[in-house]
């Protein structure tokens, strides 16, 4: 669900009209909803009540410092991949103690970073890895915290882009290593054992392959308990999917996906985390655009807009759906007509849509890609010069600009021409 919805006549965000942010910010433009925002995330909290737990925000799907307070004041905590984003939730006032730190290539660096800064726990992905963040730590005068995250070797049933759980994925160490790998980690001096993660992939739309991967961790958890480690926190990853295509999707639900984390681990008295994105983003954020030309060509019309897969590139990089709608509302019975719905970067790959059937849209018309929040903006970037477009928030009757458009001279500006030229 979400707060996106036909009113008068007319696309709404929460109480606003979206022709009216068009209007002042000009398009293309993100847009999302606090009320979505919150809901989504107060569905995962609730999912978990009863057990000890924290709903740790991947922050990579949708990273604007708006949405990261927001979340926070709820008392989300973040997950991160990089110094940059740990460095981000700090600056949007999510405390050190509600981060954890994912990811398979975590620099030196990095590590400082979050040691110095504070951090809930290391989420460590291999040996080399252990061995580095070890010395850090312990040059720091510091304990590291860490789980182990593990490659439970399930099949997520996703995009192949976004599987992260089988063998051959570079993520986590195998399960079948986890004892020595524990041990190994438990004779370093930096660091401090204290949970399990694991994280089998992204927009996953069936309960099983979770079942199947948190009831080994189940296992592992007694095991590693029975060879003397302290296993008192399982972070469980994200990647509950959404519906893109909501005539044919029905993803589980985060209270169901709540039933099953009970089901499997409840028994087991650990700390809870999870680290949903996309489900938390993903229907909470819209991309308005508007059509440039109608173009006849041999056998199709393409709709040209002046959105382009610069600043959404989802539909390019992984073949994604997004439902695209009318901003103003078609009347009633009007009859579809199919559309190549596309962008004007030099490219066939620029291309949002094809016969995709809408109402007869006109030069100046509004659109809005539908479920544009997660993994939009954040991988939008400037080629073919284009400026990144804006993100607005939405609060009920209010809206701000969050990250302004940036003029051409500010991109412009950033190359420096080296002195012998
Ligand atoms: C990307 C990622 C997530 C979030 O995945 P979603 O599909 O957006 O829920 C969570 N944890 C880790 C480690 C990730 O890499």
Known sequence: MDHFIYRDGQLHA?????????????????????????????LFDEALAGMDHLVCYAMKAASNQAILRTL?????????????????????????????????????????????????????????????????AKDMGKMAPITIRVNPDVDAKTHAKIATGKSENKFG????????VYALAASLPGLKVIGIDVHIGSQITELEPYRLAYEKVAELTEMLRAEGHEIKRLDL??????????????????????????????????????????????????????????????????????????????????????????????????????????????????????????????TGDLVAFRSAGAYGAVMSSEYNTRPLIPEVLVHEHQFAVIRPRPTFDEMINRDTIPPWL
């Open 173 to 180: 160490i195998p399960i079948s290593r986890a004892r020595e």
């Open 14 to 42: 929460e109480d606003v009209p979206l022709a009216e942010i068009a209007a002042e910010v000009g398009t293309p433009f993100y847009c999302y909803s606090t009320a979505t925002l919150t809901r989504h995330y107060r």
């Open 237 to 362: 990853g994200g990647g509950l999917g959404i519906p893109y295509e909501r005539s044919n999707e029905a993803p589980p639900l985060p209270t169901e996906y709540g039933a099953l984390i009970k089901d499997t681990l409840g028994h087991l008295g650990c700390e809870i985390e999870i680290e949903p994105g996309r489900l938390v983003a993903g229907n909470a954020g819209i991309m308005v655009s508007k059509v440039i030309y109608v173009k006849s060509g041999e056998d199709r019309e393409f709709l040209i807009l002046d959105g382009a897969m610069n600043d959404l590139i989802r539909p390019a990089m992984y073949d994604a759906h997004h439902d695209i709608i009318p901003v103003a509302e078609p009347a009633a019975g009007v009859e579809q007509q199919p559309y190549d719905i596309v962008g004007p970067v030099c490219e066939s790959g620029d291309t949002f849509a094809k016969q995709r059937m809408m109402a007869p849209l006109a």
């Open 72 to 136: 926070g004041d709820l008392g989300a905590g973040m997950d991160v991949v990089s110094g940059g984003e740990y460095l981000r939730a700090r600056a949007a006032g999510v405390p050190g103690d509600r981060i954890v730190f994912s990811g398979v290539g975590k620099t030196r660096d990095e590590m400082q970073t979050a040691l110095a800064g504070g951090i809930r726990q290391f989420n460590v992905e291999s040996e080399p890895e252990m061995q580095v963040l070890s010395a850090v």
